[in-house]
């Protein structure tokens, strides 16, 4: 009875040590995942845990890394436990062909396949690299690059009859819409392209290093074009408004001098273009790869490698979405009916108040209402 007792206990322990064994084999790493997703029918990036009314991409996410075992199931519960980080938090619709996620996985066989298995086609993992411990992809990021993806027809002036269809963006129209998007360079007080923050919240202040239009391209037999910027950092519906202040100013809704005037303290009603258009294209680590990317231990987080990927994705998942549903739900015709209803005027009318008491060197200078882009 003694040894039959022995056997049962020695047994357990040999099945205890095979399962250390097996968690030996593929040990939790803090790796970087490189994700692609179209957003729409998604309530934005972030896991909402206890609202599974709002279905979020990380719930597809954390779902596949569990079933997958790279993940045991309570990580997937509490996700502080396994350190996951998102590098963006994209809004509701929005969506990614360069998401960077970090976390710690045991790094099992074919572990990209094994994932990809158990998500929806419309989200897809990409890459993967290693990193520091203490990575964490959303303080170690230097910054963002986003494109948004509209149809020409929306820089059409107010006072002309267009069929969305046949409009086709001219030169000059163009060159305007990206002498407005240079304005923004720079850094600038964005609390009016935000909600919840006011004019003395540091936080609002943002540094834009690059945005402007490209050339158009028809789609569908519908003229689109794709307006890029780079940033340090965005706030929640900043780049929406952005180009929706842009676009209420082409149109002629709005004097250029709202612009300038949309950074001062006073309350200015920005207009908030549809989230449809809006990819987070890539984020940027300089930093990190300066100080890591040659180390020998670490790989520099760039993935040149995956850019085929990346652009088959976009062009099977992303573009096709933002095309059909442009066409399907005319959500960018549907939002430029809502322009009328903004209030532009006071603030204008504030601006140009302000510009007669002030030196008028900036007439001299040749100034376009942009502000100084140095700044």
């Known amino acids: 009875e003694e040894n039959g007792h022995q056997n049962k206990r020695l047994k357990s322990d040999a099945d205890e040590e095979d399962a250390e064994d097996q968690n030996k084999k593929s040990p939790k790493r803090k790796i970087v995942l490189l994700m692609a997703y179209s957003g729409k ?98 303080n170690k990021c230097d910054a963002r690059t986003y494109s948004y993806m509209l149809p ?37 007080n964005f609390h009016n392209f935000t909600s919840q923050k006011g004019p003395k919240d ?76 809006l990819v987070l294209e890539k984020v940027h680590f300089e930093k990190y790869n300066r100080r890591f990317g040659n180390d020998g231990l670490h790989e520099p987080l760039e993935w040149t490698e995956e850019e085929e990927k990346i652009a088959v994705f976009k062009e099977q998942y992303i573009y096709p979405t933002i095309i059909n549903t442009e066409r399907e739900e005319k959500s960018m015709a549907n939002w430029l ?6 209030d532009f005027n006071s603030s204008a009318v504030e601006k140009q108040t302000n510009n007669k008491n002030s030196k008028k060197s900036s007439d001299l200078e040749g100034s376009d209402g942009c502000g100084d882009d140095s700044d």
């Open 41 to 138: 029918g998604y309530h934005g990036m972030q896991r909402n845990v206890g609202s599974s009314q709002f279905k979020t991409i990380e719930d597809d996410l954390v779902s596949a890394l569990v079933q997958s075992g790279c993940i045991p199931e309570n990580h997937g519960e509490d996700m502080k436990k396994m350190s996951f980080q998102r590098c963006a938090r994209t809004d509701k619709g929005v969506s990614a062909a360069g998401q960077i996620v970090s976390l710690k996985v045991r790094l099992i066989d074919d572990i990209l396949e094994k994932i990809n298995n158990h998500l929806p086609s419309h989200i897809r993992i990409l890459g993967l690299k290693r990193v520091t411990g203490g990575f964490n992809s959303k």
């Open 152 to 188: 020409t027809f929306a820089f059409a002036h107010k006072d002309h009859d267009v069929q969305e269809e046949l409009y086709r963006l001219d030169r000059e129209t163009l060159e305007r819409v990206n002498k407005l998007l240079a304005c923004y360079k720079g850094t600038h």
């Open 337 to 342: 009916n809502t322009l009328p209803i903004h």
């Open 202 to 277: 540091p936080s609002a202040k943002r540094y834009i290093m690059e945005m402007y239009c490209g050339e158009p391209f028809v789609r569908e037999n519908m003229e689109f074009a794709v307006i890029q910027v780079k940033g340090q950092s965005f706030m929640m519906h900043q780049i929406r408004k952005m180009i929706g202040l842009v676009i209420a100013i082409v149109k002629g809704y709005a004097a250029e001098s709202i612009m300038e005037c949309s950074w001062g303290e006073e309350k200015v009603d920005v207009p908030k273009a549809p989230g449809l258009g």
